[in-house]
């Protein structure tokens, strides 16, 4: 099976005898960003596949297929095999979040396309968004997915996605957290804030999770424009 990495418009094809790094320095030699890693990431080939492997020491990534339909977390020291026909890796260092493709020829599955259901909520495995909670995680993800192709945007502040809203603070922030806590409450992983885990790292694992996953796409950000344009009704969490 032949690989090669997609960012930001280059290409890269690997060589199964020498492994390949993502990270502040490496084969993939992302921006000069403090809290990257000089190597972060590796995709090597060994025992007949090639594998993804987090070799940092703090950051995570979240790994989906083309459709969305698999969706995985990579903490630090764990690594996953590399099999549908295009992988995308999504992980945020500090402000900045950043994606890439590993494309697959000749890939060991293949995923059937889903069919979607439009019943006027998004769905997250059993765990329904209103419509508020929607905008805010678009708010948040609207960067991500203004951006042309994989490369790097910035997430931005509470208080900045609360402006563009038209939401005060205080509104922003106590939707922010119940949209966390449901979704940690179905298993993903980061979602908590906390000791060691400040606000900034739970929105952009927000942003990676429902990116990744198709929860929101670049055909929603019209919602955006017309939640500025006035204000939602919704009173509800």
Same mark, same amino acid.
């Given at each position: 099976?032949?690989?090669?990495?997609?960012?930001?418009?280059?290409?890269?094809?690997?060589?199964?005898?020498?492994?390949?790094?993502?990270? @502040?320095?490496?084969?993939?030699?992302?921006?000069?960003?403090?809290?990257?890693?000089? /190597?972060?990431?590796?995709?090597?080939?060994?025992?007949?596949?090639? #594998?993804?492997? /987090?070799?940092?020491? @703090?950051?995570?990534?979240?790994?989906?297929?083309? $459709?969305?339909?698999?969706?995985? #977390?990579?903490?630090?020291?764990? &690594?996953?095999?590399?099999?549908?026909?295009?992988?995308?890796?999504?992980?945020?260092?500090?402000?900045?979040?950043?994606?890439?493709?590993?494309?697959? =020829?000749?890939?060991?599955?293949?995923?059937?396309? &889903?069919?979607?259901?439009?019943?006027?909520? $998004?769905?997250?495995?059993?765990?329904?968004?209103?419509?508020?909670?929607?905008?805010?995680?678009?708010?948040?993800?609207?960067?991500?997915?203004?951006?042309?192709?994989?490369?790097?945007?910035?997430?931005?502040? $509470?208080?900045?996605?609360?402006? @563009?809203?038209? #939401?005060?603070?205080? &509104?922003? /922030?106590? =939707?922010?957290? /119940?949209?966390?806590?449901?979704?940690?409450?179905?298993?993903?992983?980061?979602? @908590?804030?906390?000791?060691? =885990?400040?606000?900034?790292? *739970?929105?952009?694992?927000?942003?990676?999770?429902?990116? $990744?996953? *198709?929860?929101?796409? =670049?055909?929603?950000?019209?919602?955006?424009?017309?939640?500025?344009?006035?204000?939602?009704?919704?009173?509800?969490?």
């Amino acid at each position: 099976m032949e690989i090669t990495v997609e960012y930001a418009g280059e290409y890269f094809s690997l060589d199964p005898e020498q492994p390949f790094h993502v990270g @502040r320095q490496g084969d993939l030699e992302l921006d000069d960003n403090l809290f990257l890693h000089r /190597n972060f990431l590796e995709i090597s080939h060994s025992d007949g596949l090639w #594998w993804l492997t /987090n070799v940092g020491a @703090r950051l995570t990534a979240t790994v989906t297929d083309s $459709s969305g339909g698999v969706n995985a #977390w990579l903490a630090p020291g764990a &690594r996953l095999p590399i099999v549908f026909e295009q992988t995308t890796v999504v992980f945020t260092a500090g402000p900045t979040t950043y994606e890439f493709t590993i494309h697959a =020829k000749g890939p060991a599955f293949r995923i059937a396309p &889903r069919d979607s259901a439009d019943d006027g909520q $998004s769905t997250i495995g059993h765990v329904p968004l209103t419509e508020s909670q929607k905008l805010l995680i678009l708010a948040l993800a609207e960067p991500v997915l203004r951006r042309e192709g994989t490369g790097t945007s910035e997430i931005p502040s $509470s208080a900045s996605a609360a402006e @563009r809203l038209g #939401w005060t603070s205080t &509104r922003f /922030n106590r =939707k922010l957290d /119940n949209v966390c806590d449901k979704f940690d409450r179905i298993g993903v992983q980061g979602m @908590r804030g906390g000791q060691g =885990k400040l606000a900034t790292n *739970r929105r952009a694992r927000l942003v990676e999770h429902a990116v $990744s996953s *198709r929860l929101v796409t =670049k055909d929603d950000l019209g919602l955006l424009d017309a939640a500025a344009a006035g204000t939602d009704d919704d009173t509800g969490a």
